[in-house]
């Protein structure tokens, strides 16, 4: 066989393309503080749906002649509230609105800032429209703003989401726009728009899948702050309002009682900052997965790597 023939030959298999959600995956996977972040919000999460098969007693019951028993009470394990309400009970319900205000947000927020950043960025004179528009929203801090605006609207927990979901789009359209902006210099872009394909087409089909990630991470890190501005707002009695179960309202509620019975604030107060710092870490995670300088070592890192 020829020297010309033997370099014709294929020297091994081609790399297989790996897609971000393999580098999340394998991030995740190989990051053991991601995998008890990640661990602690599907618990939540199934605590949240399965809530009215677990709980020890209906959420608004209450025995006054137990009320602010402490934790360790028989029948109680956490204790009782100013009413007599148990506390596990009210944290086991109190964990779907909690997690609704946190997530739902997020989700509607990013559903409207993507468009917009992308539009943004395909168009510019348009794009400087839209983002004079987010600098406005910008010059408000998060909370004040959301403050402002569930104010405005008035207290209740979807005059509350749509308070946070306005004060999220500016941050996360800023973040798309970004991310659109150096997708439409890379060169399938400018085939794509040479081959006559529609703006929508490139916007929503080709860089779409591209931008999202930059989103997405973004979003994971920012649900702890949104889930503390909610407790917040609900603190501040312009969110969930009672005798509903959230843990927002239910530290509200014993902050009255703080010095003669501390755990009716305390314990939705630790089951706050638990669901924060695990949406936290796992944000984390994901940003270092999808990172460009990380995929390699997760690439080189993986089973039957050379």
């Known amino acids: 066989m020829s020297a010309v023939s033997t370099q014709l030959l294929p020297a091994g298999p081609k790399p297989q393309r790996?897609?971000?959600m393999y580098f999340v995956w394998r991030?995740?996977?190989g990051d053991p503080v991601a995998r008890v972040a990640a661990g602690i919000l599907v618990l939540l999460v199934l605590i949240a749906i399965f809530a009215p098969y677990i709980v020890p007693f209906p959420p608004g019951d209450a025995d006054p002649a137990l009320r602010l028993q402490p934790p360790g009470t028989p029948g109680h394990l956490l204790g009782l509230d100013d009413q007599g309400r148990d506390i596990l009970s009210r944290i086991i319900y109190g964990s779907r609105l909690t997690l609704i205000s946190g997530v739902v947000p997020v989700i509607l927020g990013a559903a409207i800032s993507i468009?917009?950043?992308?539009i943004g960025a395909w168009y510019p004179r348009l794009g400087e429209v839209i983002m004079r528009l987010m600098d406005v929203l910008f010059a408000f801090p998060m909370a004040l703003?959301?403050?402002m605006l569930a104010a405005l609207l008035g207290p209740g927990l979807v005059n509350m989401m749509i308070a946070l979901v306005i004060t999220l789009v500016p941050y996360n359209t800023r973040v798309v726009y970004a991310a659109a902006k150096q997708e439409r210099e890379l060169a399938y872009v400018e085939?794509?728009?040479?081959?006559a394909t529609s703006d929508l087409k490139i916007l929503f089909v080709e860089m779409l899948p591209n931008v999202v990630a930059a989103s997405v991470v973004y979003n994971c890190t920012i649900v702890g702050a949104v889930v503390i501005t909610a407790a917040g707002l609900s603190f501040l009695g312009l969110g969930v309002q009672p005798p509903l179960a959230e843990w927002g309202i239910m530290t509200s509620e014993g902050r009255s009682f703080v010095f003669v019975a501390p755990h009716i604030a305390a314990i939705p107060g630790v089951a706050i900052t638990v669901l924060v710092m695990a949406f936290n870490l796992l944000g984390d995670s994901l940003r270092d997965s999808l990172d460009p300088k990380t995929r390699l070592q997760l690439v080189k890192h993986r089973p039957g790597a050379q």
């Open 27 to 29: 991030g995740v996977l």
């Open 191 to 195: 085939a794509s728009h040479a081959m």
């Open 145 to 147: 703003l959301a403050i």
């Open 115 to 118: 468009p917009l950043g992308l």
């Open 18 to 20: 790996r897609t971000n």
